[in-house]
């Protein structure tokens, strides 16, 4: 459920999700058996927002994204379950951090360094635990998107990612038989969560938007921490 409402409504709720799912399973498994719902998450989430995406963020993000995903498919190969759960959670607390410095009275949106640093951090978390979702929502809340410019922007952003994934995490031995039918039984609660997302956006202000986020996100990487 925690999967639909962050692809419909609260992104930072995912956070909240992947530490479920490591609590669970071990690490690596469960970074298989999450990416799935997360691909079925992205098809809900573009059937409402696909419209309102900043195309331009997308571009500027991908060279960095690409470089990220491709040192987290070695990190995955290389480094056991303890410090992939406890490395992102750390990289996710300096995230947050540094994106409440930078907000911090100042209306400017982040440039080309930043894009790289956010990016290449975006697709390193994504691959070794499907947690990209928070170092990009500090980034479009540093861009100072809309709600619907954010989560459209969001949702072409993790779609196309999710699936770019998808044959890496197989190749890796993340994603088995096992993991299908977990995913089978899960199914249901993913759409039911959608719809909760969906209905709560609705009722949300952007001060409310952006503070939840911001909240969830820093939950959700303590928990990994400790």
Avoid at 17 to 38: C, D, N, R, V, Y
Avoid at 74 to 89: P, Q, Y
């Amino acid at each position: 459920m925690v999967v639909g409402v962050s692809k419909t409504g609260l992104p930072g709720a995912n956070t909240l999700g992947i530490a479920l799912f490591a609590a669970a399973l071990p690490a690596k498994e469960s970074t298989g058996a999450m990416l799935l719902l997360l691909i079925l998450g992205d098809v809900m989430a573009l059937s409402l927002y696909r419209r309102h995406a900043d195309w331009k963020a997308i571009v500027r993000l991908a060279p960095s994204v690409i470089a990220g995903l491709a040192l987290g498919a070695i990190f995955l190969a290389l480094v056991g379950d303890t410090w992939v759960k406890r490395s992102i959670g750390i990289l996710l607390i300096f995230v947050v951090l540094l994106t409440l410095w930078r907000r911090r009275g100042a209306d400017v949106k982040p440039g080309r360094g930043s894009a790289i640093a956010y990016g290449s951090l975006g697709g390193f978390t994504t691959m070794v635990a499907n947690a990209g979702g928070p170092p990009m929502s500090m980034y479009f809340l540093a861009s100072r998107f809309s709600v619907n410019t954010f989560l459209g922007t969001a949702a072409w952003f993790f779609a196309i990612i999710n699936l770019v994934k998808l044959p890496i995490s197989i190749g890796l031995g993340i994603i088995t038989v096992p993991t299908l039918w977990i995913d089978l039984i899960l199914v249901v609660p993913v759409l039911v969560g959608a719809a909760i997302g969906r209905y709560i956006i609705k009722r949300l202000s952007q001060k409310t938007f952006e503070t939840i986020v911001v909240v969830l996100t820093l939950v959700g990487a303590l928990y990994l921490v400790f």
